[in-house]
């Protein structure tokens, strides 16, 4: 009997069902990401891969040169030997650079501290080091690869013949930190490997620094450089030619040697500062491949503070010089009257309190003699006659309590206490007929700088124009254009001429035969104004020096504010130096064409009893 099997059916279960919808998913995923690759992505990755073939190493721009008027160079630029190294092969040789600081004589740590910020560019070399002198150079140049990863190079430097008389005016460059990166990113400017710190470095960053130029390189998947595939010549940065008298300015400090305070000079008719000097002042050449955390440690803790400018940013009560806002306070009220006459009995008295005279004998003053004797009482009392709000107008009109705009950074405003400012710093908001006379003669709580005091003096000069104090006097880019800093008015004071005729006659008497004999100068007739500022309640302490005035009286070419620190008398200590400075300023010939070399070469209220001040 024969038996008929039916034939079985395929059975499908999981295992048969998810094996193959598996592999299709996979080759679809591989299917996607490949199409992904391939179109999507095709031209992102093309451009990393060119990337990565490539990359370019920056070559330092020449910073643009800076003269004085005189065509003398103040910042120039020098080829100096840089040490580089190459992260990768200093890394695996940790001994090298225990040699080359050995060599060098300095910190093996900070070398590997700007190996360390190199690390993203393994294979390229970076600079570590700058001014290697020329023998040390020469050895590692020679020693070849048996120090690996280690290069000389030649950039062009920055550095200052003269790197102490200058250096308030100049500034220095170092490698940008985080707030220049921040602050010319905002001005549009990607940071060079050397950015200006201060001074004029800092404010002409943007025509200083030039266009870096690059090495284009090929490096294979490891970055390691292969060839050279081309090049971009840097593009040097623009020259400035300053108004400063590098001779004035070396003068100056020498005059202040030993003191501490400022001297600004000014030519009146254009505002071109002729001599910018603050005492004590600091080396530009410490920061020279950074400075050093002990150099640093001693700038910021001298107790002279070197590194203010006090030319501009150092606010002193002005004393005497003062008096010549009064004076103009007095006529913009229609109160000047040259023939006003007051008796001094040797002080003014206002309640209990006396602010005395010590510069003459009790007598009768003029307006003129006032000016030439340096008398608190007819000033105080005048003061008080025409009002704290007349003074106050006047020296906001004179440029007072604002930034004059110069063209360096760090300038300050000073005070004049204003019924605002008396507001925002006196509980109660009080102000007294005492104060009103210690503001009339530049004390009790007004301010200034020496900046503010040789504008002041300029105005006077110009009988009421004052222009925008600058440094900069002309510029000339790589392209051979020239552009002229010109001239601008800042503040203008309208007056009699009998204001100004008197004025001008009472300062000249103050050189002449008052308060400032010390400042003749044998051939020219100036004119001048002396103080002296009670800075403390400590009665040991001397008053502050002042001096300001302009020359020659019939045709002023310069303008001269002098301020000596903690000095004495103005007429004894400030006057001399301003004598000497503008003596030698007109023997010069005064002003100068713009030189060719520079186109060619690469208290609290009523506070009492005051000294006269004189």
Known sequence: MSVIHAPRKPTLDA?????????????????????????VKASELAEKAAFFRNTSVTRLAPRGIIFDRNGTVLAGVQSRFVLTAVPYYVNKNHWVLTKIAKLLGIDEVKLQEKVDAARWKPYLPTTIY????????????????????????????????????????????????????????????????????????????????GVPGSDHLEVDAKRRPTRVVGRDNPVPGDQLILSLD???QKLALQSLSGQVGAVVAIDPRNGEILCLASNPSFDAGLFDNGISADDWDKL???PNRPLINRAVA??????????????????????????????????????????????????????RTAIEKSCNTFFGSYAVEIGEDAIRAEALECGFYSKSGVDIPGEQSGVIPTLAWVEKHRKPAKWYKGDTANTGIGQGDVTVTPLQMANLAALVATEGTQYKPHLVRQIKHADGQIVDVKPEISHQVTASQTLWTALRGAMTDVVESGTATRAKIPGIVWAGKTGSAEHSRDKTKKTHAWFVGFAPVDNPQIAICVLVEDAGHGGDVSAPIAGAIVKRYLAGGGSKALPNAATTASAPADSGA?????
Not at 24 to 35: G, K, T
Not at 179 to 204: C, Q
Not at 337 to 361: E, S
Request: proline share 7%; charged share 20%.
């Open 15 to 39: 295992r048969t069902i998810i094996f193959p919808v598996g592999v299709a998913i996979s080759l679809l995923v591989i299917f996607l990401r490949l199409w992904y690759i391939q179109v």
């Open 130 to 209: 700058v001014g290697v002198p020329i023998e040390i150079a020469t050895r590692i140049a020679e020693a070849g690869e048996d120090l690996p990863g280690i290069g000389i190079e030649s950039q062009p430097m920055r550095y200052y013949p003269d790197s102490k008389s200058f250096s308030h005016v100049l500034g220095y460059v170092w490698v940008p930190n985080e707030n220049d990166t921040k602050r010319m990113d905002g001005d549009g400017l990607k940071p060079a490997a050397y950015v200006g710190k201060l001074g004029v470095e800092y404010s002409f960053e943007r025509e200083l620094m």
């Open 246 to 248: 590098a001779n004035l």
């Open 300 to 302: 910021l803790n001298d």
């Open 314 to 367: 150092g606010a002193y009560a002005p004393g005497s010089t003062f008096k010549l806002v009064t004076s103009l306070a007095a006529e913009s009220v229609g109160k000047f009257d040259p023939n006003r006459t007051f008796y001094c009995p040797g002080y003014y008295k206002i309640g209990n309190r006396k602010i005395r005279c010590a510069n003459h004998a009790p007598g009768l003053m003029t307006f």
């Open 610 to 614: 005051l000294p006269s001040d004189r």
